[in-house]
């Protein structure tokens, strides 16, 4: 089994938790050691795990990121009001190959979501996605991918799988269960004119670091629609992880990306939250750890719902426009907001219906004053496709 190929935490770590306060987390988690083996799985709602594989790094670094200090600073970090039960499995070293870590992470990821746990993976390198991506081949038929990244990590047709590329894999390789892609905060002096027509042609959404800063609530129904969450941490700015050359001066704020994976834990389809391309500083450690906080925080205010005229839960909105007649809906018990996207076939939702596409108050404004909403619209051409 794949997770054979799973080390134990280091010892260095589990002596840091034994001296902690029995609210933290290093109290709380089960994690795997050499003595005891891996935690049980079942009741695990998270399972955190770190990939060591670096060798598809576009920028090779002297030093890889030491996951060992990251769990320091997350496990001292004290609990919320939770009720999420939280396994840390260890992690997968370097195989002979590649495409062995691949495989084995695949593999890892493909078990724990048929046990209903969601991995939060500590990634060198966010090719990683690829693999973690493969993994709900058996698991769902189509895949709503979000990456939070300045790139869109298109890359060349011919260029081998990288850090920078591994997109242009998920989009090429078969089976193509990928249904949708979305950016959250790219930076367009880091994206060739090229790639941003592909988002274009392919109907994928895109959304610009200056939109997402500027009202970050425009992330939140973005996440909501998603399967998988890959986020690279040099869409932060440089000041906030420590400085270093491979992070760039605009970037998100901690506060800013901290909020954005709150909303990816709080969205009840989001079932995998990946952190790459992590550096080496105390203040780096600080971050990713906090940002995993923020996100196991966002799943204890989860709520399962789903928009119907027939529930007293949900107001229905009918709004006329010149072309087309768009259906909203808004929740009572958590104020979001849906609409209706007809050309969205049963095949992609699994029910009889038409499917719904999370949108924001302001889509239902903008359709008030005969304003088709962008997302609406992209949706729409995507299910004609």
């Avoid at 390198?125 to 895949?143: C, E, H, L, N, W």
């Avoid at 790219?186 to 200056?210: C, I, P, T, W």
Wanted: glycine share 6%; hydrophobic share 40%; proline share 4%.
């Amino acid at each position: 089994m794949a997770f054979d190929f799973l080390v134990p935490v280091k010892d260095k770590v589990l002596a840091h938790s034994e001296l902690l306060p029995e609210q933290a987390l290093g109290k709380n988690v089960h994690m795997h050691t050499e003595k005891d083996g891996l935690p049980v799985f079942a009741q695990a709602d998270v399972a955190i795990f770190g990939v060591l594989e670096s060798r598809n790094a576009f920028e090779k670094k002297p030093e890889k990121l030491d996951l060992d200090e990251v769990r320091i600073q997350l496990y001292r970090l004290m609990m919320g009001n939770w009720n999420s039960t939280i396994i840390d499995i260890g992690d997968v070293e370097e195989g002979n190959t590649v495409e062995d870590t691949y495989f084995v992470v695949k593999e890892i990821v493909a078990g724990l979501l048929e046990e209903n746990i969601i991995p939060i993976v500590l990634g060198l390198t966010q090719d990683i996605t690829f693999p973690t991506y493969r993994a709900f081949d058996k698991i769902k038929s189509m895949v709503n991918l979000v990456s939070i990244d300045s790139r869109f990590d298109f890359g060349e047709d011919d260029e081998l799988i990288s850090s920078h590329s591994y997109m242009s894999k998920i989009i090429t390789d078969k089976p193509n269960n990928l249904f949708n892609f979305s950016n959250i905060g790219y930076q367009s002096y880091f994206n060739a004119q090229e790639e941003k027509d592909l988002m274009e042609r392919l109907f994928f959404d895109a959304y610009r670091l200056g939109e997402i800063a500027a009202n970050i609530e425009l992330a939140e129904p973005v996440l909501r629609s998603s399967d998988i969450v890959s986020l690279d941490l040099r869409a932060i700015r440089a000041s906030e992880m420590g400085g270093s050359r491979n992070f760039s001066p605009n970037g998100f704020t901690g506060r800013e990306i901290c909020a954005i994976a709150r909303y990816a834990g709080i969205s009840d389809k989001v079932t995998l939250f990946g952190i790459y391309e992590g550096e080496n500083s105390h203040q780096a450690f600080q971050m990713i750890a906090q940002i995993i906080w923020y996100f196991i925080e966002g799943l204890s205010f989860r709520i399962k719902e789903y928009p119907s005229s027939k529930s007293e839960d949900f107001t229905k909105f009918t709004v006329p426009t010149d072309t087309e007649e768009l259906v909203f809906f808004k929740s009572h018990v958590t104020e979001r907001w849906w609409v209706e996207v007809p050309t969205i076939l049963a095949e992609h939702t699994k029910t009889n219906s038409v499917a719904l596409l999370p949108c924001t108050e302001e889509d239902y404004l903008d359709a008030c004053n005969q304003n088709i909403p962008e997302r609406w619209f992209k949706a729409y051409r995507k299910g004609l496709n």
